[in-house]
């Protein structure tokens, strides 16, 4: 499974996700800062249509709203 969380530093939500993966030790999640690569903005507008982080891609697909994310997160734990 590919995981992608387009992200940036200092948005609270992001915080609130950051937090879900720190906690749960997970390293399967790549993280793509829009606010330092334009490709990653880019990239988060084009294929998930809108300007709105946290967004985590799950093999492609955009989730947004970082409670979702964290449920999504918490309910499926990084596989060995």
Known sequence: MKLDLYMFETCPYCQKVFREIERTG???VVMHDVK???EDMDTLIKVGGEYQVPCL???G???YESDD???WLAAN???A
């Open 69 to 71: 994310i964290v449920a």
């Open 36 to 38: 330092k690569n334009q």
């Open 61 to 63: 697909k955009p989730m």
């Open 57 to 59: 891609f799950i093999d």
């Open 77 to 79: 734990p990084q596989q």
């Open 26 to 28: 997970r390293t399967d």
